[in-house]
């Protein structure tokens, strides 16, 4: 049984259910009948700081980027922090570059697009991101494929999602494709969560 390593990127004022919506629904899943768990999940920041998220809530970091592992997804969520501070860290935004070279999948959720769009990852590929910010998305990044409407876009290794709450259906789409709905399916209900997604 396959297990992934799941990195969630944290920076001063991320949006929390940005990365805390994704860290749920990774860290509960299960395999079936057995103690073995698809997904270790641990974050990372530049380093090991209490990070500040937005609205004050303090984190503490698993990781920083000089000793962080190989992950084999990579997450990176937005909010203010990552739109207005972070997109000028060009040690960050370099990390992240870097890292979507080794991962399998790097995702993002919100606003952390613009942390992808300014790497470069996204030139050529559809996305989205928070309808609030999707216009200022398509003008300060013309390489981009804008997509509206939508609570995230697949693009094969390269999966960006809409605002907040999006990023957790894009998590469960991922499990779906990853580990399969049946397993998708036990996880929603094990946190009441309703979503049209696995109905697929």
């Known amino acids: 049984m396959k297990n992934w390593n799941v990195g969630i990127l944290l920076f001063n004022e991320v949006e929390l259910l940005d990365f805390a919506g994704p860290f749920e629904v990774f860290s509960i899943t299960a395999y079936p009948n057995c103690d073995k768990k698809p997904f270790t999940v641990n974050t990372v920041a530049q380093t090991k700081d209490l990070i ?3 609205n004050g809530l303090k984190v503490l970091p698993d990781y920083d980027f000089i000793n962080s592992p190989c992950f084999d997804i990579l997450l990176i969520p937005g909010g203010y922090g990552a739109e207005e501070i972070e997109i000028h860290n060009e040690i960050l935004i370099n990390w992240i570059r870097d890292k979507a070279s080794e991962c399998h999948i790097i995702a993002s959720v919100c606003t952390g ?3 992808l769009a300014e790497a470069g990852i996204l030139d050529g590929k559809r996305a989205t ?3 609030m910010d999707i216009s200022r998305l ?3 990044y013309s390489k981009v494929k804008i997509q509206r409407g ?3 876009v697949d693009e094969n290794t390269i999966i960006t999602s809409g605002g907040i709450s999006a990023g957790i259906n894009m998590s469960f789409y991922l499990l779906i494709r990853l580990v399969g709905k049946e397993i998708a399916i036990a996880t ?3 946190m009441e969560y309703d979503i049209d997604i696995l109905k697929m």
């Open 138 to 140: 398509e003008r300060e």
């Open 113 to 115: 697009s613009f942390l």
């Open 188 to 190: 929603a209900k094990r």
């Open 52 to 54: 500040s998220v937005r």
């Open 150 to 152: 939508v609570k995230f």
């Open 129 to 131: 991101t928070h309808w």
